[in-house]
T-cell receptor
């Protein structure tokens, strides 16, 4: 069964550094998402992406964050200058919102644990 | 914004027994979807079951079933004949049918299955 994959599984970085988290969504999916979960807190929505542009974003997704689909398979989340409070698990998800398939379900990757020192 | 509450941070169940995980949500919308996801340790979130709010019939997937009470805004998950492989973090999630695709998650319930 197709799965969403994410790399790396764990990223450690120094405060102020840039990080890029990578995701490979399920191949025929059209919508892509990033969520994050700070330890002990809820999974929170960051951004959704469709047709090569952001379709929704939360207030968490400020100018420090950006997303990109650099090729036909990868979907990346970049944090330009990491802060201590960016330490969290970051989940990528994808969904297929065409009418022919269940339109509402998102499929999640295993997550990348980001630790900012 | 919609809120989803899971009031049980941890639950345990004896193998082969039944356990119910609670979830409540707050919304002013009438059309939405509800989900339960399972996240085993160090592995990805897997969809367990989904419910469309306009359907009165409770969703069932093998040993997993829900008790969807729309008026009470409650969406509990029942796991029957619990197995060791059911041990995981379980997340309840809400998605609007009309106002965007983002999911709203609860804080999760960690389920332990005792052999």
């Amino acid at each position: 069964e197709p799965e969403v994959t994410q790399t790396p599984s764990h990223q450690v970085t120094q405060m102020g550094q840039e990080v890029i988290l990578r995701c490979v969504p399920i191949s025929n999916h059209l919508y892509f998402y990033w969520y994050r979960q700070i330890l002990g807190q809820k999974v929170e929505f960051l951004v959704s992406f469709y047709n090569n542009e952001i379709s929704e974003k939360s207030e968490i997704f400020d100018d420090q964050f950006s997303v990109e689909r650099p090729d036909g398979s990868n979907f990346t989340l970049k944090i330009r200058s990491t802060k201590l409070e960016d330490s969290a698990m970051y989940f990528c998800a994808s969904s297929d919102l065409r009418r022919e398939t269940p339109t509402d379900t998102q499929y999640f990757g295993p997550g990348t644990r980001l630790t900012v020192l | 914004a919609q809120t989803v509450t899971q009031s049980q941070p941890e639950m345990s169940v004896q193998e082969a027994e039944t356990v119910t995980l609670s979830c409540t949500y707050d919304t002013s919308e009438s059309d939405y979807y509800l989900f339960w996801y399972k996240q085993p340790p160090s592995r990805q979130m897997i969809l367990v079951i989904r419910q469309e709010a306009y359907k009165q019939q409770n969703a069932t997937e093998n040993r997993f079933s829900v008790n969807f009470q729309k008026a009470a805004k409650s969406f509990s998950l029942k796991i029957s004949d619990s197995q060791l492989g059911d041990a995981a973090m379980y997340f309840c999630a809400y998605r609007s049918a009309n106002t965007g695709n983002q999911f709203y998650f609860g804080t999760g319930t960690s389920l332990t299955v005792i052999p």
